[in-house]
């Protein structure tokens, strides 16, 4: 039967062979049946083989498949000239409410909006990218020449925050008071360097005293990179970094820069015990348990009681046992 009946998604009025197909199965049934029970019934009196009644009784239901699977085909054939079911027409509510925020307005103020969160990330390249499409959209747009500017600011190139200012108002006359500003700050600071890092490092230190340590981080490097060689006068100020620094990727647990910053203290002061435990921590966690041995002992040599010097020094000793 499985045979002769349609899926219910295609269900529709039935044509006279899927009809008389049906009928002939049914009479085939009945008859399969009523052969069965005179068979059973006459077979103690008559001299019919068991084997043979068997193979009659499958001979027929054969046949009854074969009917069925024939007017299974008829009424496809037939369902094939009937007219298609009516189908409800779709909902284009959500379509239009997509469409709705499509328009230039709504992406410009969700490109505006990324990009406000972009900036509190550190992520200066995304920002430009998304103030830029803002731009594009609506050059009039005074917010998003100010995110571009205070993004390229941050990425430490002032020459370009300027000329996009100047852009800015010169060519499109896009003036306010947060753009004057920012401008004049550029103007007044763009041959101290010191201001700059200055800027960056006070940005990171508000980071970390929120304990967002990655973007601390990323402050501190910013820094370090505008510091370039240290000289005299600036030499406090970059060991200061790669302090900080160093305990942001100790909380960050990225142990190559932790173990780079806490070398360069100790290039300094060798005795610095601060920097002596977070290269220790990092050279084990490395795996580099000579070199956080020796870090270990110097410590306990300057400090005989620290328990996380005693503790490196014991499970770098059971490493290198191993």
Not at 18 to 39: D, K, P, T
Not at 93 to 106: L, W
Not at 312 to 318: D, Y
């Amino acid at each position: 039967q499985a045979h002769g009946s349609s899926s219910p998604g295609a269900r529709g009025p039935r044509g006279p062979a899927q009809g008389l197909a049906m009928a002939h199965e049914s009479l085939l049934q009945i008859a399969v049946v009523l052969v069965a029970m005179f068979g059973m019934s006459a077979l103690p009196t008559m001299n019919f083989d068991p084997l043979m009644v068997i193979v009659g009784l499958f001979l027929l239901m054969a046949l009854a498949q074969q009917v069925s699977m024939a007017g299974a085909g008829a009424g496809a054939a037939d369902g094939e000239d009937a007219p298609p079911a009516e189908r409800p027409p779709r909902r284009s509510s959500d379509r239009g409410r997509r469409e709705e925020k499509s328009t230039p307005a709504e992406a410009a103020r969700d490109y505006l909006s990324s990009a406000e969160k972009c900036l509190s990330q550190n992520n200066w390249a995304r920002v430009q990218e998304l103030a830029r499409k803002v731009i594009d959209m609506d050059p009039e747009n005074q917010r998003a020449w100010e995110l571009l500017a205070t993004a390229q600011k941050w990425d430490g190139d002032r020459e370009a925050a300027l000329a996009t200012l100047r852009k800015a108002r010169d060519i499109y006359e896009v003036d306010s008071d947060s753009l004057r500003k920012l401008e004049r700050e550029l103007q007044e600071h763009a041959e101290d360097a010191g201001a700059m890092i200055a800027q960056r490092e006070e940005r990171g230190n508000d980071f970390m005293a929120k304990r967002q340590y990655d973007q601390a981080m990323e402050c501190y490097s910013k820094a370090l990179e505008s510091l370039g060689d240290a000289s005299e006068s600036s030499r406090e100020p970059l060991l200061r970094l790669h302090r900080r620094r160093a305990e942001c990727a100790q909380q960050l647990q990225d142990w190559s820069t932790c173990r780079l910053d806490a070398t360069a203290l100790l290039e300094e002061d060798p005795n610095d015990s601060r920097a002596l435990l977070q290269r220790a921590c990092a050279n084990e966690s490395l795996e580099k348990f000579k070199a956080a041995l020796a870090d270990a002992r110097r410590l306990l040599a300057i400090d005989p009681k620290n328990s996380a010097a005693n503790r490196i020094a014991h499970n770098c000793q059971q490493a290198l046992r191993d």
